[in-house]
């Protein structure tokens, strides 16, 4: 793995509730666990994760364009942004970060309207319906760009 590696990992609105808004589709985790599990898990790989959530889109969008000279890749579960918020699929595309798009849950067995992301075209991948793995399986798919030929 290359030295000095840090992704960010994004979280959007209500995703502060994790634990407790819906537990049967988000799961019973806090975010503050989530990102707990995660920090080890990358320390493990010798990468350093950095977090951030929010529950407004702007805030968002300064933090992707800020990680085009702070971080090597982005996690990003934007909630409810993920289906319409072309304003963070366009913050994506400038910053140029390479971004994986997260849900815990299967977006794609929910509404209707969950099945359409906006954001996708512009990341390397998307992985859902995991749980709070989702963010490991994430991580795991960024740190393979990074992996020592």
């Known amino acids: 793995m290359k030295r000095d590696v840090c992704f960010l990992v994004l979280n959007g609105p209500n995703l502060n509730m994790t634990g407790t808004r819906e537990p049967e589709i988000y799961g019973i985790q806090s975010l503050e666990k989530i ?3 995660l920090t ?10 950095e ?15 800020a990680a085009k000279t ?3 890749g982005i996690i990003l579960n934007a909630g409810a ?9 366009d913050a994506i595309a400038a910053a140029g970060v390479p971004t994986v798009e997260v849900h815990m849950s299967n977006v794609d067995a929910r509404e209707d309207f969950r099945r359409t992301s906006v954001i996708a075209p512009v990341c ?23 992996k020592e030929e």
Do not use: K, M, P, W
């Open 124 to 146: 390397i991948g998307t992985v859902s319906g995991f749980g709070s793995f989702s963010y490991h399986l994430a991580l795991a798919a960024l740190a393979e760009l990074y």
């Open 51 to 65: 977090f951030y959530q929010s529950n407004h889109e702007g805030d968002l969008i300064d933090h992707i364009h």
């Open 81 to 89: 942004f993920t289906h319409y918020s072309y304003a963070i699929r």
């Open 35 to 37: 990102n707990r599990s």
């Open 70 to 72: 702070e971080y090597e």
């Open 40 to 49: 080890d898990a990358a320390s493990t790989i010798g990468i350093s994760v």
